[in-house]
C-alpha cells in the first residue's frame, strides 16, 4: 500500500485527536459549533501556514498544528500556494500539482474541509488579506505579464536627470551622486484565460515623463525620497494631468567605471531600495495613485561605446551616451518587495534599440 501524504496524514491525526479531546472534556455530546470552530483553526493553518491569533483548542491539538505549520514553512509553503492558485486564479489541479509539487491527495484533502466547513471564495479572500501572507506573491507573478513602454519624452527625463547628476560634480568630495524622481502614465490590463492555468493578466505600463524630486537628499552611493515633496508632486499632478496615474518611481546608481557597474551588477536594486520601497508606495495609495514599478538607470564612464545597444534581459537595456555607459532596468512591484519576474521593457524610442 502506498504511503500516505504527509499533509493528509496530519490532518487525519488532527481530527482522530479532536474527537478524542471533545468526548474526554464533553463526553457524548456532538459539540457541533466547538468541532467547527477547532476545525477551522486547522483550515486556517492550512490555507495560510499561519495558527489563528487566538486559538481555543486543547495542548493535544495545539501540538499538531504547530507540526503542520513547521511542515508547510519547511515546504516553501508550497501546499497554501497551491490552494491559492487554484481559488484565485482557477488554475487545474493537474497545474498546481506539478507546479508545487503537492500530491493530488492533498489537495482533495483540503476541498473535503473547504466543503465541510462551507468556505466560500469572499471568505478565503478576506481571510488573505487579513494575514498579509507574502508567499501569495509568487503565485500572483506567475499570473500577469507587465511590460513597461517607455515613450520619448520619459526617455529624455531619465537621461537628463541622471547625466546631469553624473556629469556635474556636487561639491568637493563629491564627484556625482545618485537622484531621484516619479514617473507618470497610465496603464492598462488584458484578461485572458489559460487552459490549465486559469486566469492571466498582461499589464501594459505606458510611462509618459519622469519629474525630479528636488528635495530628494542625494549621495554617491544612496538616495532618500522626501514624503513632503512626494505629496507637492502629487498635489501637481492632480492639478495639471489628473488623467495621469503615478506609476512608478526613478533612481539611479553612478559608478566610477564601468568594471565596477558591471561587477557589482549595478542595474539591481539594492537590500536599501527595497527597505524604503513600503512607505513610498503606502503614501501613493492612500492618495489613490496606484504605482506597479520601479525604475533604475545606473551609469559610468567608459572608454569605448556599446558596441550594440539593445537589451541584456527582458527588463534591462544597456545604450551609450557619448562616453557614458548606462544600464536601464525595470521591476515590479509586489507587496513589499521588487521583482524581475515577467517584466520586460519597451525602450524603441531609443536610438540604435
Not at 532596468?329 to 507587496?335: D, E, F, L, P, S
Request: glycine fraction near 6%; hydrophobic fraction near 30%; charge should be positive.
Amino acid at each position: 500500500m502506498p504511503r500516505q501524504p504527509r499533509y493528509c496524514k496530519l490532518v487525519e491525526d488532527y481530527e482522530r485527536e479532536l474527537d478524542s479531546y471533545i468526548k474526554r472534556c464533553h463526553g457524548n455530546r456532538k459539540c457541533s459549533r466547538l468541532r467547527l470552530e477547532l476545525r477551522r483553526e486547522l483550515a486556517h493553518t492550512l490555507y495560510t501556514g499561519r495558527p489563528m491569533g487566538k486559538s481555543i483548542t486543547g495542548r493535544p491539538l495545539s501540538r499538531i498544528l504547530r507540526r503542520i505549520q513547521r511542515q508547510i514553512a519547511a515546504d516553501d509553503y508550497r501546499l497554501p500556494r497551491a490552494w491559492y492558485e487554484k481559488c484565485a486564479y482557477g488554475s487545474s489541479k493537474g497545474t498546481i500539482a506539478y507546479r508545487w509539487k503537492v500530491h493530488k491527495r492533498e489537495i482533495r484533502c483540503l476541498e473535503d474541509l473547504w466543503s465541510d466547513l462551507e468556505y466560500g471564495i469572499s471568505e478565503y479572500r478576506r481571510l488573505i488579506r487579513s494575514e498579509k501572507v507574502k508567499w501569495r506573491h509568487a503565485v500572483d507573478e506567475l499570473h500577469e505579464d507587465v511590460t513597461i513602454l517607455l515613450d520619448e519624452r520619459a526617455i529624455r527625463d531619465t537621461l537628463l536627470l541622471a547625466l546631469e547628476a553624473y556629469a556635474v560634480p556636487k561639491g568637493k568630495g563629491a564627484p556625482f551622486t545618485e537622484v531621484y524622481g516619479i514617473c507618470f502614465g497610465s496603464t492598462r490590463s488584458n484578461e485572458e484565460r489559460r487552459r490549465g492555468h486559469g486566469k492571466h493578466t498582461s499589464r501594459y505600463v505606458s510611462v509618459r515623463g519622469v519629474w525630479t524630486q528636488v528635495r530628494a537628499e542625494g549621495f554617491s552611493n544612496r538616495v532618500t525620497y522626501d514624503l513632503r515633496s512626494l505629496d507637492t508632486q502629487m498635489t501637481v499632478v492632480n492639478y495639471l494631468i489628473p488623467q495621469l496615474d503615478i506609476v512608478a518611481d526613478f533612481h539611479t546608481h553612478p559608478y566610477d567605471e564601468v568594471r565596477h557597474l558591471l561587477k557589482y551588477k549595478g542595474w539591481r536594486y539594492s537590500s536599501a531600495d527595497e527597505s524604503t520601497m513600503p512607505s513610498w508606495v503606502a503614501q501613493l495609495r492612500s492618495n489613490n495613485y496606484h504605482p506597479v514599478a520601479s525604475l533604475i538607470m545606473a551609469l559610468a564612464k567608459g572608454k569605448r561605446k556599446i558596441c550594440t545597444p539593445g537589451k541584456i534581459r527582458p527588463n534591462v537595456v544597456r545604450f551609450s551616451v557619448g562616453k557614458y555607459h548606462v544600464y536601464l532596468a525595470g521591476y515590479r512591484i509586489c507587496g513589499d518587495h521588487y521583482s524581475d519576474r515577467n517584466i520586460s521593457i519597451n525602450a524603441d524610442a531609443l536610438p540604435g534599440i
